[in-house]
Antibody, heavy 115, light 109 residues
């Protein structure tokens, strides 16, 4: 059974880069899309983007200028970088399998943007 | 870009009752590419339904999805105590980006 786990700093300073990694266990990353989604405290879900096992990626246009998602299949990991963060980027960040319907999901990690 | 509007915002029902949650799209959803998710407090969302009506593996058959075009429905036939949560619909497919509705909170009456 595939499981996902997010990891990375819980606190990032404004204008810096938010970097998170999702580790996939219990299955192969091959022939799958892998997504990042975020949820500001008390609010709804926002899809950030996905990466294919080949490295091809697609991003939400609302974040495209600041985001990149990469994959390292040798480590069974994919990563999120979000540049020039502000307080509006404070959220729980989830990783999930899939580029369209999404499942399973990681438990999520709270990232706070604050000086 | 498609906008998804879920209604009602909050639904108050009792265990054993039937729940009907609505998701309306601002334009027709290609191939009925609508998913439904359940999220409990402090947890990640869980996929319930994909392609508007296909239950995900391990999902109880009291959950069903229906609809086409712009109007989609998630029905829970008989509410169990563990079903009280927030439910999100999501549009996906060729009309990227993936878009979520704002959610419906299903609470115990």
């Amino acid at each position: 059974q595939v499981q996902l786990q997010e990891s990375g700093p819980g606190l990032v300073k404004p204008s810096e880069t938010l970097s998170l990694t999702c580790t996939v266990s219990g299955g192969s990353m091959s022939n799958n899309y892998w997504s990042w989604i975020r949820q500001p405290p008390g609010k709804g879900l926002e899809w950030i983007g996905y990466v294919y096992h080949s490295g091809a990626s697609y991003y939400n246009p609302s974040l495209e200028s600041r985001v990149s998602i990469s994959v390292d299949t040798s480590k069974n990991q994919f990563s999120l970088n979000l540049r020039s963060v502000t307080a509006a980027d404070t959220a729980v960040y989830f990783c999930a399998r899939g580029g369209w319907s999404l499942g399973p999901w990681g438990r999520g990690t709270l990232v706070t943007v604050s000086s | 870009e498609i906008v998804l509007t879920q209604s009602p915002g909050t639904l108050s029902l009792s265990p054993g009752e039937r729940a009907t949650l609505s998701c309306r799209a601002s334009q027709s959803v290609s191939s009925n590419y609508i998913a439904w998710y359940q999220q409990k407090p402090g947890q990640a969302p869980r996929l319930l339904i994909s392609d508007a009506s296909s239950r995900a593996p391990g999902i109880a058959d009291r959950f069903s999805g229906s609809g086409s075009g712009t109007d989609f429905t998630l029905t829970i036939s008989r509410l169990e105590p563990e079903d009280f949560a927030v439910y999100y619909c999501q549009q996906y497919g060729s009309s990227l980006p993936n878009i979520f509705g704002q959610g419906t909170k299903l609470e115990i009456k």
